[in-house]
């Protein structure tokens, strides 16, 4: 007979042999055992509906049967190569169809990659050196984008705050940090600093919406100083539309990245631009000084390459992110409805396609506004959500196209009962 063990023997384990006992990503108090459609089992069978969804990449919800069918098809022919293939080169064609901002592509394994090299791509392209970046913003593991990311000390602006050990201050002194949705402070900087290569920016910074006219309003700074302007898509790349950000927002950035949905499920990424810059890559047009360097073992993995194209196949029929944002719709207004009935002053921050919760009455606009008046009621909260058979991140809710009215009755029993846990505390 099998043996089976218990999550608490798992948590054991994995305290022994990893550090922090867990991967570094999310609470390693659970492990999931295995996901289905629009739900995931711990490994002692507990049922949740999930919304954390891996951090995003499964729109589609886990073991989507067309995709899976994609992948048993590839599986048989090659699970990698290192060599071109051609579901790689498939995939960078629907890419470039689908973000106006990309004339080519390069593949990577993951968004913390593409990033790194999105920056690494701008310095090449224009000479200089500088990155201004928003604090909050997060944009990967490179030493660049560990600069600000959730400082615990406020610094005056645009100084920059290494949120990580063995960060050489020779970084630091080649970032400026600004407040998202301050446009003001972005022109002093670029007024100041005419040696900025690039403003790397998420167009929808973790869940805070840009405001009115702000993304517009970078675009023309950049074209006013000849900076690049960089979006971060890796998260809101075929989320918050089919085109991504750029779609939605109607703003084309000169190189972004892209990464979560474009693999299906599998480690891949990607940075796109015209091919102007993307001329980097290629040594013979370039030249070895101005050659940017980048290999990857898995980058455009056939596997990867073949969920990612099914996924994107599936997202691009018609009504699909209407759905969507129907869904995310109907999960903002059970909240905020049985919140605001309970007295509770709070916020729904972000897009119909990704948002959560801030506990406070003030508008959230940037990284210093956007927190909780009181951070144990959001801790409180999302630990009966989860008592009741909902799976979240503490700081975002995923929605999916898996999530059915099934899903939406229990994810309403369980807020009530978040609500009135936070009520009576």
């Not at 050489?168 to 080649?174: E, I, K, M, S, T």
Request: glycine fraction near 10%.
């Amino acid at each position: 007979m099998l043996k089976t063990h218990t999550q608490a023997e798992w948590i054991a384990r994995a305290q022994q042999v990893l550090p922090a006992g867990g991967f570094g990503n999310f609470d390693p108090g659970i492990l999931i055992a295995r996901g289905e459609g629009s739900r995931v089992w711990d490994e002692d069978g507990k049922e949740y509906v999930d919304y954390l969804i891996g951090s995003g990449p499964m729109l589609l919800g886990h073991g989507h049967p067309e995709v899976m069918e994609a992948v048993l098809e590839q599986l048989p022919r090659g699970m990698t190569f290192f060599a071109n293939n051609s579901k790689g080169v498939e995939l960078a064609e629907a890419i470039i169809d689908a973000v106006p901002c990309c004339e080519q592509v390069r593949f990577v394994a993951s968004g913390g990659e593409a990033d790194m090299y999105a920056i690494r791509l701008a310095r090449a392209y224009t000479g200089r050196d500088r990155i201004l970046k928003f604090e909050g913003g997060y944009h990967g593991m490179s030493a660049e984008a560990q600069m600000s990311l959730a400082p615990a000390k406020r610094v005056n602006f645009p100084q920059a705050v290494p949120d990580s050990a063995g960060i050489p201050q020779g970084v630091a002194d080649q970032m400026l940090i600004a407040p998202y949705n301050d446009l003001e402070a972005v022109a002093a900087l670029l007024a100041e600093h005419n040696d900025v290569a690039a403003i790397i920016v998420e167009p929808l910074q973790r869940i805070i919406p840009p405001a009115p006219g702000y993304l517009q309003g970078l675009r023309d700074l950049c074209d006013r100083h000849n900076v690049l302007l960089v979006f971060d898509e890796i998260v809101t790349g075929f989320r918050l539309a089919y085109g991504g950000a750029q779609e939605r927002y109607g703003v084309t950035p000169d190189i972004c990245t892209l990464g979560k949905i474009i693999g299906g499920g599998f480690p891949l990424a990607a940075l796109g631009a015209s091919a102007e810059i993307m001329q980097h890559f290629d040594k013979d047009r370039v030249g070895p000084d101005k050659w940017l360097m980048q290999l990857g073992t898995l980058s455009g993995n056939p596997v990867a390459a073949a969920a990612g194209l099914k996924t994107m196949e599936i997202l691009s029929r018609d009504g699909a992110y209407d759905h969507l944002r129907n869904i995310g719709r109907t999960l903002q207004a059970m909240q905020s409805d049985a919140l605001t009935k309970a007295g509770i002053a709070h916020q729904i921050c972000g897009d119909e396609t990704l948002f959560d919760i801030y506990f406070t009455a003030q508008a959230c606009r940037d990284y210093r506004s956007a927190n909780h008046d009181t951070p144990a009621r959001n801790t409180r909260y999302n630990a009966v959500l989860r008592e009741n058979g909902v799976f979240k991140s503490p700081g975002k809710l995923y929605p999916s196209l898996a999530v059915t009215q099934a899903d939406l009755d229990l994810t309403q029993e369980a807020v009530q009962a978040a609500v009135a846990a936070i009520h009576s505390d």
